[in-house]
């Protein structure tokens, strides 16, 4: 009888919740401009799966790789502890990676985050614009840089564009030509450039050749998976565009100037593979 009693109440005391309930909804609401005002939304925190995806991912990845590559960093204190500045690095090894490796041992050991240029390719689909956005990078345009520049940001950008990293094979380390665009942002910006060398990336992924379609060159690799090669990074010291020529510049001497600097490059580079022992491992 007791349980029976229990059961009783039970059910009573939901359909008062009930009644209660459907008579709370039919009443009239009162008009907003009279009510309390609602609280702000609290800022969505980025859930655990995008944390992982664009940053934990990533960087285990890179460490991996850093390692995998034994890299090894040559003239570090080249690199300015503040302000902006354009990494100027040779392009090399269809994949990209000389890029992300560099943006990593910056990260790492100096706690500075460069912005990338990366290739318009990156961005003229939906999907693999959303990903380049959230890892950071930025499209290879001239606006963006002096946007990156202008925020007191180092800024990675490639002279040499596709042409440098989709070279073949047998072209390894002879820099192509040098676009102008560097020097024009750094001008606007007053910010020094830094001349990288990256050895070791021409090995790591090979490419036999390049085609053209529908005006876009493309590279022809022989291997996707990234073969042992040991790198070297080594930066250069900074250049420091004088007033003279910034108020005397033209496009001749612009052209001129990307000639001497890629000069400059080509030297160093030539030195860094007469002093390298071996490619892939000790003999």
């Known amino acids: 009888m007791k349980f029976f009693a229990t059961l009783k109440t039970t059910w009573t005391d939901s359909l008062s919740q009930a009644w209660a309930r459907s008579l709370s909804a039919s009443a009239p609401k009162k008009s907003l401009s009279h009510s309390r005002a609602l609280p702000a939304p609290l800022p969505q925190k980025p859930s655990l799966s995008k944390f992982f995806l664009y940053k934990t991912a990533p960087h285990l990845c890179l460490e991996a790789l850093e390692r995998y590559f034994r890299v090894e960093v040559e003239g570090a204190e080249h690199l300015p502890a ?6 100027l ?4 090894g269809f994949m990209g990676l000389d890029a992300l490796l560099l943006n990593h041992w910056i990260y790492k050991n100096h706690r500075r985050l460069p912005r990338i240029l990366l290739h318009k390719l990156w961005f003229t689909r939906g999907l693999l614009r959303l990903h380049a956005q959230r890892f950071g990078f930025q499209e290879a345009r001239f606006e963006n840089g002096i946007k990156v520049l202008t925020k007191k940001k180092l800024l990675i950008l490639f002279p040499e564009a596709e042409k440098g990293n989709f070279k073949p094979y047998n072209e390894k380390y002879q820099l192509q030509k040098f676009k102008t665009g560097f020097l024009r942002m750094s001008l606007q910006t007053r910010t020094p450039i ?17 085609i053209s379609i529908l005006g876009q060159l493309l590279p022809l690799p022989l291997n996707s998976f990234p073969l042992p090669a040991k790198w070297k990074i080594r930066f250069l010291e900074p250049i420091h565009l004088d007033e003279e020529f910034r108020e005397t510049v033209t496009p001749t001497r612009l052209t001129e100037t990307a000639a001497k600097i ?8 030539g030195e860094e593979l007469s002093r390298r022992k071996y490619i892939y491992f000790k003999s």
């Open 82 to 87: 503040t302000g902006g500045a354009i990494l």
């Open 89 to 92: 690095p040779n392009h090399s």
């Open 194 to 210: 830094v001349p990288v060398l990256i050895i070791g990336a021409e090995e790591t992924h090979i490419n036999v050749g390049q």
């Open 262 to 269: 890629r000069a400059h490059m080509q030297e160093n580079l």
